[in-house]
């Protein structure tokens, strides 16, 4: 089961990546071919939409910035929405915030190893990271264990959390089954 766990959040995570984003380019490019893509020629200032593996590379490499709400104000909001809510409910993520958080805490960490200045907004990102892992992730065990997956707590969680949910919902059932009818 945590195989098939592991491979479905690696299936979402490359559907993530191969997902088109907006990219600002801060410079001119020629004509780009990269694998089965095709870039046209660009100039400073277009903004393109390509595959967020390429605006990454681009990002990375100074020709290009991604067009996107700063993460560090989403984790916040995301974390004092979760903190207001009660431990029954939970409150709505986009379906990509986990591979924005991990992308953005990998960012985070580079910066701060190259820049020791930038250490104390890493490790206060990643604390705020993981409160709200922890926070999601107690909810959810109480959820699982009160009610089935409906609709509407469905629309609320990511692909990942919905996993989660029903791999515990799945292994709850398998022991309660086994502690009553001893299978």
Known sequence: MERELVSSLKDHETAFLLATVKAIMKQSLPPIEIGSVSLPETHEGDVIEIPRWIAEVMAQMGFAEIQEESFDIELFKALSRERIQASSQISTL??????????????????????????????????????????RTSK?????????????????LTPEEKELFNSIRSIIENWKRTILEGE
């Open 94 to 135: 986009k379906s990509d915030f986990y591979h924005r958080m991990k992308r953005h805490t990998d960012l985070m960490k580079s910066l701060a190893e190259r820049d020791e200045s930038l250490r104390k907004d890493y490790e206060k990102f990643s604390a705020s990271a993981y409160d709200l892992i922890a926070l």
């Open 140 to 156: 959810l065990l109480y959820l699982v264990g009160s009610s089935p997956l409906s609709p509407d707590l469905e629309k609320k």
